[in-house]
């Protein structure tokens, strides 16, 4: 038997923002290898599959590549349909190419479903489009994390010359990245946003400048965020979105500026927030 494997992109979080062809594929799959942090009731769809996570999470133990290339050739080779779900899009920051190529290599069909990447995800729920006539005509996806063998990538100069930028896997390198940068040309005065738990009841975006990132990312909790950049995401343009925001010249300490902003962040978030209950303070405003 030779099955198909199908690298399938999960998306930013939320369970209906799957594409159809993702949910027929989880409801025929026979074993599903899934990253970490797939909400439970897009795995529930996979009903009938046998499940393994093989997600990898920074700072924490995670599935060696070589063993999940592995594992997908030789399920291959028992199953049909082999799901390797994804969070966000499988071939961005997914490392979808080196699981196509080791599936080529031992002659095992693959095929890519598409999912909603966790930045459209956030322009979207933000209401600011990435792009702008006469601001933004420039967009890069970015993340400063490599490979300890890698040589470095440039991530920063390439984020420094898009109008809008966005970077992955990085609120936890906040110093680094501020300092990185400013000192390949960014003002510190950029306007920035973080977001985490996108699509997620626990959505919520903090924004400030490029000068007060450290500050701004220290008042994130543990789930996935990015760090949004550029003109686009300027304070007043998200004021009626965003539940606190630093000023340019704040170096309060963040408890501060929280208590401060306090109120704003009482606001209900559209029909999902009644449903949900008072537990889940979203921060975006509208659905």
């Known amino acids: 038997m030779s099955g198909t494997v199908y690298l399938v992109g999960a998306g930013p979080g939320a369970p209906d923002l799957l594409t159809l062809r993702a949910a027929r594929l989880l409801g025929e799959a026979d074993i599903v290898f899934h990253d970490a942090l797939i909400h439970p009731d897009t795995l529930a769809l996979a009903c009938r599959a046998e499940k393994i996570a093989v997600g990898k999470r920074s700072g924490r133990h995670s599935t060696a590549q070589h ?3 592995k594992r997908l050739a030789d399920a291959a080779r028992r199953y049909n349909v082999v799901v390797r779900l994804k969070g966000g899009d ?9 699981e196509i190529d080791f599936l080529k290599r031992n002659n095992i069909k693959v095929e890519v479903v598409p999912g909603v ?23 890069v996806f970015a993340t ?55 699509s997620l009841p626990g959505a919520r975006c903090l924004s400030g400048v490029l000068g007060n990132l450290p500050q701004i990312a220290q008042r994130l909790g543990e789930g996935p965020a990015l760090i949004l950049i550029g003109d686009v995401f300027d304070s007043a343009r998200l004021e009626a979105r965003i539940i606190t925001t630093l ?14 902003q306090r109120e704003p962040a009482e606001r209900p978030f559209g029909d999902r927030e009644a449903e949900e209950g008072p537990v889940h303070h979203r921060a975006f405003a509208g659905s």
């Open 67 to 69: 063993f999940i290339n």
């Open 90 to 98: 499988p071939m961005l920051f997914g490392r979808a190419a080196e």
């Open 247 to 260: 000023t340019p010249n704040s170096e309060r300490e963040p408890e501060r500026v929280e208590e401060k």
């Open 117 to 139: 990447t966790s930045a459209l995800a956030a322009s979207a729920e933000l209401g600011v489009s990435l792009t702008r006539r006469l601001v933004a005509r420039s967009v």
């Open 144 to 198: 400063p994390r490599t490979a300890k063998v890698a040589e470095p990538s440039g991530w920063e100069k390439a984020v420094a010359a898009a109008d809008t930028a966005v970077l992955y896997m990085a609120a936890g390198e906040a110093e680094s990245v501020k300092a990185a940068l400013i000192a390949a040309g960014k003002p510190a005065t950029t306007p920035i946003a973080l977001a985490e738990n996108i």
